[in-house]
């Protein structure tokens, strides 16, 4: 029968990081995961001498043939907030003494969970890693490269031409018709532009009228007075879509991103990419966050005091936008190894020989190897591994508790 061995209940990327860490320190460990568990996985945990208990661990009986009564730490590792939170809390209630870390995406709820349920620690390894990715952004930049001949030029926000034409053809014909009523009916400019005014509004007061004037003229009023009525309702309509679709907030942050300078770029509003964004806001790094589905009611919600550009950072337009060649970094940081890669590729191909320092680029990266391989080849690109940098603290948390301390691996 096993004494004093650490529970760890799933084996994802972060689950199986913890379990190395443990093992690594000497700790005795009983995994709990579901059949599903990848094989390669389970290999690996049981390769770094972990004990593999196949099932669902909410279920008292799968805990049981993990030894939990004697175990010295439960350690909860999966996304789920809900799943841990029950587990926590059953695990609680049977074993008051026993050692419960868990895994939680909101850390500000962190202190109420333990101290209302009694739960031993409550992390979040989204808050725990950023400082990382954000240490990692902020650094001196060593390498320079040459100042190209052509300066960076941004692209300034810019409305659609056909929004911009309505109210060119109205100031058109507006001026047009100052001018003929000033050159045929002998009035004044300012009573020109009142009379052309009130034609163009339909109010018409009686003071200046057509009564006596050419039939040319009066024709002409009477197509002033149409088009007067077009032109308004389609500014109306024009300027209604406008505010509604949520156009006039992007412009506005993309002005802001272009007032931006040594800023940070985040690509991914996820847990870990609000995470980071927050950071850097509360450390007074000026952020541009970029997110493809994000809207702004979402960004208020997240209370992140930074321009929101919507859009796929993938694209070379959105990140110019976003101010890429002012940024000193950018911290791609979705929850896909691929499109991270790909952001970081497009983003040093868009500033290649534009700028007088490099563009840093952080990338987060759940394949360890692909993050191994990447680096040898080449110092630009900085991936790091949320699970491999809050693991170590997790572990610590767990093992501390257990009145012993492992140091994390560099």
Not at 42 to 64: K, M, N, P, T
Not at 206 to 224: R, S, V, Y
Not at 386 to 406: D, G, H, L, R, Y
């Amino acid at each position: 029968m096993q004494q004093n061995h650490f529970i760890v209940c799933g084996l994802g990327r972060f689950g199986l990081c913890i379990t190395q860490l443990l093992t690594e320190a000497g700790k005795s460990v009983v995994v709990i995961t579901s059949d599903t568990c990848p094989q390669d996985r389970r290999d690996r945990a049981e390769a770094s001498g972990a004990r593999v208990v196949l099932g669902d661990f909410r279920i008292a009986s799968v805990r049981a043939k993990a030894e939990i009564s004697s175990a010295a730490a439960i350690i909860l590792t999966t996304s789920q907030d809900v799943t841990n939170l029950e587990v926590a809390l059953e695990v609680r209630g049977g074993q008051p003494k026993l050692i419960v870390v868990m895994r939680h995406s909101e850390q500000k709820l962190a202190q109420r969970l333990e101290k209302d349920f009694g739960i031993t620690a409550v992390l979040s390894p989204a808050v725990l890693a950023a400082g990382e990715f954000v240490y990692a952004a902020m650094k001196p930049t060593i390498a320079e490269v040459t100042v190209a001949s052509q300066p960076n030029r941004l692209p300034r926000s810019r409305m659609r031409y056909e929004v911009l034409a309505i109210p060119c053809i109205l100031l058109l014909i507006y001026s047009s018709a100052v001018i003929i009523f000033h050159s045929t009916l002998n009035l004044s400019w300012i009573d020109s532009a009142y009379f052309t005014t009130s034609v163009v509004t339909t109010v018409g007061f009686g003071d200046f009228n057509l009564e006596h004037a050419p039939a040319w003229l009066k024709l002409f009023g009477i197509g002033l007075m149409f088009a007067g009525i077009m032109l308004i309702g389609i500014i109306a309509s024009l300027l209604t879509l406008f505010i509604v679709s949520g156009r006039a907030m992007e412009l506005q942050n993309e002005f802001l991103a272009s007032r931006k300078k040594d800023h940070v770029v985040v690509c991914g509003l996820g847990q870990i990419g609000v995470a980071i964004t927050r950071d850097l806001v509360e450390q007074g790094v000026p952020v541009v966050a970029v997110d493809p589905a994000a809207t702004d009611d979402d960004h208020r919600e997240l209370n992140i005091q930074c321009p929101l550009i919507v859009g796929n950072a993938t694209k070379t337009n959105i990140l110019r936008r976003a101010g890429i060649g002012k940024a000193r970094a950018i911290i791609a940081c979705t929850s896909n190894d691929a499109l991270n890669l790909e952001i970081g590729l497009t983003a040093q191909s868009t500033v290649e020989g534009k700028r007088a320092r490099r563009l840093r680029l952080v990338m987060r990266c759940f394949d360890y190897d692909l993050a191994s391989r990447i680096h040898q080849i080449s110092s630009d690109y900085i991936l790091l591994s949320e699970a491999q940098v809050a693991a170590p603290m997790f572990v610590n948390t767990a093992i501390q508790k257990s009145s012993t301390t492992i140091t994390p691996p560099l």
